[in-house]
């Protein structure tokens, strides 16, 4: 990891408010890419079932589906026009347009993210065709008007000042988290903070993976999670997507941020095509709120990426804001200390960028 400072900053004052009239992302680089000519494939009909273009339900008005390419996805739009859902093929996670919300870390960045977009996890991967099936019927009257915890709020619950709170055994499963605890072997070169810190290690409890290996917690870890350890945090222990103990066992969402990147999981938004500086991706237009970000940040690691992060949204500036645990802030941040939580331009973590992919 880059950058040695190793405080983590006083009480936050974070802020998820709800702000009226702020647009969604998703519409706004939707209407984009419709403009440069993607192609709207076919429009399939509506939650019930129907394949006649421009067909109305009487349960759910005048909303309609299309496809959308680059990646390969599904769009749902209301009597308006406008989007309410993507659902992109080979993911489970979907992004619904909602209520407006600002996240917010003002001890560590100036930067604001106002969003309408809400990252939830669906029960199977999207395929073409699947809002007939009766799986994706009972999901989405769940969640479409749903305003509990998702993607976004949950990895928000981890940064500076987030208040603790516990489940009925009395284990804080969330609330200010650390990177890791010190360390104290003093070797030239090396971090001030250790990595390897696992989501359990935070909880500070047991964890029995599905292949028999139970995850042990190390009190010196306790409230801590590595980047890696963050999104596991995120996605597996909060959302429920499925874990392996390693990167070699089990099926389900590795452990490391290189093991993340290579797995065959999800959709590869932005495709590992290599890990030198030549390898930046071109373009990432293509990203949206909850796609995981990769990066190669330290030469000692070899051909390995070493960082993993999650797209939060576009700030008030129009640049592109990722959060991730680090260990310069010692936690989860979209934080300026040891480079801008920016994905454009060419910044410290614009320029280390390597890969994406949508679980």
Same mark, same amino acid.
């Given at each position: 990891?880059?950058?040695?400072?190793?405080?983590?900053?006083?009480?936050?004052?974070?802020?998820?408010?709800?702000?009226?009239?702020?647009?969604?992302?998703?519409?706004?680089?939707?209407?984009?890419?419709?403009?440069?000519?993607?192609?709207?494939?076919?429009?399939?009909?509506?939650?019930?079932?129907?394949?006649?273009?421009?067909?109305?339900?009487?349960?759910?008005?005048?909303?309609?589906?299309?496809?959308?390419?680059?990646? &390969? /996805?599904?769009?749902?739009?209301?009597?308006? $026009?406008?989007?309410?859902? !993507? +659902?992109?093929?080979? %993911? =489970?996670?979907?992004?619904?347009?909602?209520?407006?919300?600002?996240?917010?870390?003002?001890?560590?960045?100036?930067?604001?993210?106002?969003?309408?977009?809400?990252?939830?996890?669906?029960?199977?991967?999207?395929?073409?065709?699947?809002?007939?099936?009766?799986?994706?019927?009972?999901?989405?009257?769940?969640?479409?008007?749903?305003?509990?915890?998702?993607?976004?709020?949950?990895?928000?619950?981890?940064?500076?000042?987030?208040?603790?709170?516990?489940?009925?055994?009395?284990?804080?499963?969330?609330?200010?988290?650390?990177?890791?605890?010190?360390?104290?072997?003093?070797?030239?070169?090396?971090?001030?903070?250790?990595?390897?810190?696992?989501?359990?290690?935070?909880?500070?409890?047991?964890?029995?993976?599905?292949?028999?290996?139970?995850?042990?917690?190390?009190? &010196? /870890?306790?409230?801590?999670?590595?980047?890696? $350890?963050?999104?596991?945090? !995120? +996605?597996?222990?909060? %959302? =429920?997507?499925?874990?392996?103990?390693?990167?070699?066992?089990?099926?389900?969402?590795?452990?490391?941020?290189?093991?993340?990147?290579?797995?065959?999981?999800?959709?590869?938004?932005?495709?590992?095509?290599?890990?030198?500086?030549?390898?930046?991706?071109?373009?990432?237009?293509?990203?949206?709120?909850?796609?995981?970000?990769?990066?190669?940040?330290?030469?000692?690691?070899?051909?390995?990426?070493?960082?993993?992060?999650?797209?939060?949204?576009?700030?008030?500036?129009?640049?592109?804001?990722?959060?991730?645990?680090?260990?310069?802030?010692?936690?989860?941040?979209?934080?300026?200390?040891?480079?801008?939580?920016?994905?454009?331009?060419?910044?410290?973590?614009?320029?280390?960028?390597?890969?994406?992919?949508?679980?």
């Amino acid at each position: 990891m880059a950058g040695k400072k190793t405080s983590r900053p006083v009480l936050s004052g974070l802020v998820v408010l709800a702000l009226v009239g702020t647009s969604g992302y998703l519409t706004v680089e939707l209407r984009k890419q419709e403009d440069k000519g993607v192609p709207e494939i076919t429009n399939v009909g509506v939650l019930n079932g129907s394949d006649r273009a421009g067909t109305k339900d009487r349960d759910t008005g005048a909303e309609s589906w299309s496809r959308l390419e680059n990646p &390969a /996805r599904s769009v749902l739009r209301g009597s308006d $026009g406008q989007v309410k859902a !993507v +659902f992109t093929d080979g %993911a =489970r996670t979907a992004t619904l347009t909602g209520p407006a919300r600002t996240f917010a870390e003002p001890s560590s960045t100036s930067s604001k993210v106002s969003t309408t977009d809400w990252v939830r996890l669906m029960p199977e991967p999207w395929k073409k065709g699947a809002y007939r099936q009766k799986w994706f019927k009972d999901w989405y009257a769940q969640y479409q008007a749903g305003q509990e915890d998702d993607l976004l709020a949950i990895a928000f619950q981890y940064v500076a000042g987030a208040k603790d709170k516990k489940d009925e055994r009395g284990v804080v499963y969330a609330g200010d988290a650390n990177f890791g605890p010190l360390d104290s072997s003093g070797a030239e070169g090396g971090d001030l903070r250790l990595e390897q810190s696992d989501f359990y290690d935070y909880l500070g409890v047991p964890y029995p993976f599905r292949d028999g290996v139970t995850g042990q917690p190390e009190t &010196a /870890r306790a409230r801590s999670i590595d980047c890696s $350890g963050f999104i596991r945090m !995120v +996605f597996g222990y909060r %959302a =429920r997507y499925p874990l392996m103990s390693s990167d070699a066992s089990g099926d389900g969402l590795p452990r490391t941020a290189n093991g993340m990147a290579r797995s065959d999981r999800g959709a590869d938004i932005l495709p590992l095509t290599g890990i030198s500086p030549k390898d930046r991706p071109t373009g990432i237009d293509q990203l949206q709120p909850g796609d995981l970000v990769f990066f190669k940040l330290d030469t000692r690691t070899a051909q390995r990426l070493d960082h993993v992060g999650m797209v939060l949204g576009y700030d008030t500036e129009g640049h592109l804001l990722f959060v991730s645990s680090r260990e310069e802030v010692n936690g989860p941040t979209i934080g300026d200390v040891g480079g801008v939580s920016r994905l454009d331009g060419n910044g410290y973590y614009a320029k280390t960028l390597r890969s994406a992919k949508r679980l």
